[in-house]
Each structure stands twice: as structure tokens, then as C-alpha cells.
């Protein structure tokens, strides 16, 4: 019977994962060993993990790779990418280089203003609350003077604060807004603890001012946090090359090329359905960047899907044209990055990421990281208007299959061979395999894998 447990964070490491391997698996000495085999080898690395988190019992591997040739801005990138999807940094690469011949990637910062919320609930005269708001909003500032002189030296700092009715809503609601600049951090800290500071200086002046009566006084502050939502942190990213320069794969014309190319976006911005997954693909490249560079890309990730649906609907966040014999393909997207705090002076692959891409500032980043969803995207829309994704997927993940088998490195070496001028499916990978290896009923290892 397993048995609650008081006190886990304070366990020592090793006493945490040997509560949890009695607890949890019928071979205790297996699963430790297996937690121990990945712990670092230098313990001073391995005690930086270890106190990323709470309760930290080793490490999560995932693949590191490259995208080599990414022409962005007309300067040459190599792209550090951690994901462990079979084709995707295959992806980026392949499109990396078919634009290297075609101009590259040409980025634009539109914006990069972050924002944040005191939520709260008032119920009392709203014109007071107005005119309180205008008279008090200096007092704000001030308050927030000590938190904001690092950044402000640097060039940012608290924009404009602005109080919001949204009373129509949710009865009471209202909502100091902030906008921030904050460089090349990402900001999050910094952005909470200035709305934090809003909030008591807000509540402070409200209960020693004389306009309000008891009740009015009496307002309830919700929370305080920033919005991961960055419809004013924007970054766009482009190709764009002659019609004629176009090749599709399969022999068909870079005029049908183009034009299917044309559709298979239109179809993402019109159809939620396929939206999601045209978009799951670009923050393939998104998220590898990100995480590769010591961002949040859970943070990303919401922001991307909320501007996809800004309009009312789910759509792409890529959009394609064809004019006058150019075909110009592009992304749009939030992205609320930092360069500097968070991660990235403390995580060695993050620091060897950055300076892989030679230390970007938050906005080169920004530019990059569009860039690689940009890539995956067209990657992705060139297999499938021509060839199909399976061909590429699928010989990417062989791999992955042959090692599920057990394959040695010999068995793998022939396998691949083999299917080099093949279309890969998983039922075709294993009876190859018991070809190989002699086994006369392939159905017996389908059934285990
Ligand atoms: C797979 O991870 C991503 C794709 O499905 C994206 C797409 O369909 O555009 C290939």
C-alpha cells in the first residue's frame, strides 16, 4: 500500500529518490540507477540543475542539434535547436539552405512593449474613479522609481498606465493596465513586482483620499500579474523570391508550386481545423529555439495561439503572396524574449546557444527565432503540396523504429540503405528488419512494439 508522504522537499536528494523507487517500482536498485546515470559528471554542474527546481532527481535528456546556413538580415546562423522530434531541425536546415540561394530571411521588429494587470473589483462611482486614477498616476510612477532605475538606464521601463472599465463584463471589474519596456530581459519579475507596487500605492491613496465613501473604499485587488498575451511584442519575418525561382519537388512547375504553396496557407487562415496544425508545425521551430536559448516557451506558446485568434477566429501565423511574379511568404508572431537574466547566464548549453548565435540582443532573437518557425513552416508546406510529409518524416523517424527493434548498428546501417529509395512505413521498417535478422514471423515483434 503506497503511503502519502510530509516533508518530500526537505528529503536530501538521495533520500527522495529512494522513497520514491520503493514506492513507485518493483525494481528499486533499476530505477536509481537509471536516475544516477544521468546526474552530470561534474557535480557543480549537475548542483545548478539540481536547484533549477524543487525536488530535482536527475536530468531530462533531450536531443541539442544545429540548423546550419540560415541567412537572416544578410548575416550567416548557425541555429541551436533542442526538440526531439524526429524531422524538425532536418526541416529547418533543408529550408535554410533553399533560401541561403534565394535572398534569405529579412526581419522587422514591429513592437516590443509587454503588458501587465492589476485586476480589481470597485463598486462605486465611476467618474470618481476616473478623475482619483488621472491624479494619482504620477504617485504611481513615483513609487516605482527604485524598481525601474536599473531599467530605465538601460532604456526601458514602465510606458503608460491606464485604467480600464470592465464593468460590462463582470460586475465591479477594473483594471489598471501597464505597459512596459524591458530590453533585453524578458521582464517577467520585474513587471510583477511593479504591479505590485501599483496595487498598494493604488489602495493606499484610495483610502486616504476624501472623494470616496466607506463602501467605495472597499475595493478588492484580484491579482496582480503580467499578461503572457504580447499583441504589442511583435516580430516579422519574410522570404520572398521571383516566381520563376521557385522549385517544388516532384518535377511540378514553381508556378503550380506557388500556387498550391498559396493555398495550403490560405486554407490555414480560413480553416481552425488546419490552422492548429500548420501552426503546430511553425512553433516547432519556435519552441527548439526557444528552449535552446533558456526561454519560456510555454510563455510563447500562449501568446502565439491567443494572436492567432485575435480576430475572432483560429487562423495561420503565416501568410503568403504571389504578385506581379513574386512570391513573398511570411510569419507574424509575439514573441516576449530575453537575452539577458532568466537562464541565461546560468544554464552552460543556454550560454553556449547564445553565443553559438553570437550573444543576440532580445530583438536579434526575436528575429531568429521567427525566422526558424518561418523555415519549418515552408519546410512543411513544400512537402506537403508536393511529395507528402510521410517520405521525409518517416525516413527521419526510421531511426527511431530500428532502435525500438533493438536494431544493432550493422542492422541499422543495411536498413537505412535499403529504404533510401523507399517509402518508409512502420510495418514495412520491421519486416525489413526480420529480414535482416532472419525471423520468420514478423507479426510476433509487431505485436510487442
Ligand atoms: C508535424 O510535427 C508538423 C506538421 O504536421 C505541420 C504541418 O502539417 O504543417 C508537418
Known amino acids: 500500500m503506497r503511503q502519502a508522504i510530509k516533508g518530500f522537499s526537505k528529503l536530501s536528494k538521495e533520500a527522495k529518490i529512494e522513497w520514491l523507487s520503493d514506492q513507485y517500482f518493483e525494481s528499486p536498485e533499476d530505477a536509481i540507477a537509471l536516475l544516477k546515470s544521468y546526474w552530470h559528471l561534474d557535480p557543480k554542474v549537475q548542483k545548478l540543475h539540481d536547484e533549477f527546481i524543487e525536488n530535482t532527481l536527475s536530468n531530462y535528456y533531450m536531443p541539442f542539434g544545429v540548423a546550419p546556413n540560415f541567412k537572416i538580415n544578410g548575416e550567416l546562423f548557425t541555429i541551436p535547436m533542442a526538440i526531439e522530434e524526429s524531422s524538425v531541425v532536418a526541416a529547418a536546415a533543408k529550408s535554410a539552405t533553399y533560401w541561403l540561394e534565394r535572398g534569405g530571411f529579412k526581419t522587422t521588429i514591429i513592437s516590443t512593449k509587454k503588458v501587465g494587470h492589476v485586476h480589481f473589483i470597485y463598486e462605486g462611482d465611476e467618474n470618481k474613479l476616473q478623475s482619483f486614477f488621472r491624479e494619482t498616476k504620477a504617485i504611481l510612477f513615483r513609487d516605482t522609481e527604485e524598481l525601474t532605475a536599473n531599467m530605465r538606464a538601460?532604456?526601458?521601463?514602465?510606458?503608460?498606465?491606464?485604467?480600464?472599465?470592465?464593468?460590462?463584463?463582470?460586475?465591479?471589474?477594473?483594471?489598471?493596465e501597464a505597459l512596459f519596456e524591458t530590453c533585453d530581459s524578458m521582464g517577467a519579475n520585474f513587471i510583477n513586482s511593479c504591479l505590485e507596487q501599483f496595487s498598494q500605492s493604488f489602495q493606499r491613496e484610495l483610502q486616504a483620499s476624501a472623494q470616496f465613501s466607506a463602501q467605495e473604499k472597499a475595493i478588492q485587488v484580484v491579482m496582480c500579474i503580467l499578461s503572457n498575451y504580447t499583441p504589442e511584442c511583435i516580430v516579422r519575418s519574410e522570404v520572398s523570391c521571383k516566381v520563376e525561382e521557385l522549385n517544388g519537388d516532384s518535377g511540378i512547375s514553381p508556378e503550380e508550386f506557388a500556387q498550391k504553396f498559396q493555398r495550403a496557407v490560405r486554407i490555414a487562415e480560413i480553416e481552425p481545423y488546419r490552422a492548429t496544425t500548420h501552426n503546430k508545425g511553425i512553433m516547432n521551430g519556435i519552441d527548439a529555439v526557444i528552449i535552446a536559448t533558456g526561454n519560456d516557451f510555454r510563455a510563447v506558446e500562449a501568446a502565439s495561439h491567443t494572436y492567432a485568434a485575435r480576430n475572432g477566429?483560429?487562423?495561420?501565423?503565416?501568410?503568403?503572396?504571389?504578385k506581379d511574379g513574386i512570391f513573398r511568404f511570411w510569419i507574424e508572431v509575439p514573441l516576449a524574449l530575453g537575452t539577458v537574466g532568466g537562464l541565461t547566464r546560468l544554464h552552460p548549453m543556454v550560454k553556449f546557444s547564445l553565443d553559438l548565435l553570437q550573444q543576440p540582443n532580445a530583438e536579434q532573437l526575436m528575429g531568429i527565432v521567427a525566422s526558424s518557425g518561418l523555415a519549418q513552416n515552408f519546410a512543411a508546406l513544400r512537402a506537403l503540396t508536393t511529395t507528402g510529409i510521410q517520405k521525409g518524416h518517416m525516413k527521419m523517424h526510421l531511426l527511431n523504429i530500428l532502435n525500438q527493434l533493438e536494431a544493432t548498428e550493422e542492422e541499422k546501417e543495411s536498413i537505412v540503405e535499403y529504404f533510401k529509395d523507399k517509402v518508409v512505413s512502420h510495418s514495412a521498417a520491421v519486416n525489413r528488419f526480420c529480414e535482416v535478422r532472419g525471423i520468420k514471423n514478423p507479426n510476433e515483434i509487431k505485436k510487442n512494439h
Not at 154 to 176: A, H
Not at 313 to 322: A, D, N
Open 154 to 176: 538601460r532604456g526601458g521601463g514602465i510606458i503608460d498606465l491606464k485604467l480600464i472599465n470592465k464593468t460590462s463584463d463582470m460586475d465591479g471589474y477594473w483594471q489598471i
Open 313 to 322: 477566429k483560429y487562423s495561420s501565423l503565416t501568410h503568403c503572396e504571389v
